[in-house]
């Protein structure tokens, strides 16, 4: 019946109007990748954030070799870290923290989710990916260990005081 028909080509555009609004104004870089790596779409976010052109990164590596990926310790990030890879070689989400540096210099640190794209034969076919920068967050927590450590020597120091006043008396 063409009534069922056009019922549900309007329920998959629905769907699909909702995704694409899901998509829009999730405040995470989302890209989605062929089974190669190479980027197939971002999201407004991740253009706008990471100040690209789609043009300049639709059907090129995710990982492009002018983006310098390392540990949050500043280590090379092994290819096999990568959540991407991992995805693809097991077939199961991966999750992975490190650091990116831009060809302008920017650097941020960034936690990514990565998850496999199966065809309808069941086929790894890519993965999408969300990743938000963690930047600030590893900054506090460093900032954090800075004060713990100030305050352990602090209370090291007083106490060793405390030892040799009443050692005196």
Do not use: H
Request: a negative charge; hydrophobic letters at 40%; one cysteine or more.
């Amino acid at each position: 019946d063409i009534t069922d028909r056009v019922r549900a080509e309007e329920s998959l555009q629905r769907e699909r109007d909702l995704l694409s609004i899901i998509m829009d104004t999730c405040p995470a870089v989302i890209f989605l990748l062929d089974k190669s790596g190479k980027v197939t779409f971002l999201n407004k976010y991740a253009r706008e954030s990471l100040d690209i052109n789609l043009d300049e990164i639709i059907n090129t590596p995710a990982y492009a070799p002018n983006w310098k990926l390392t540990t949050l310790d500043g280590d090379p990030l092994p290819m096999q870290e990568l959540p991407f890879y991992k995805v693809a070689t097991t077939l199961k989400p991966a999750q992975n923290t490190y650091a990116v540096e831009f060809p302008n210099g920017r650097k941020i640190a960034v936690s990514a989710n990565c998850a496999p794209l199966m065809d309808e034969n069941g086929n790894f076919a890519g993965a999408v990916t969300a990743a938000i920068d963690i930047t600030e967050k590893i900054n506090t927590e460093r900032e954090l260990d800075l004060y713990r450590q100030s305050l352990e020597k602090l209370v090291e120091d007083r106490t060793r005081k405390l030892l040799e006043t009443q050692e005196k008396l």
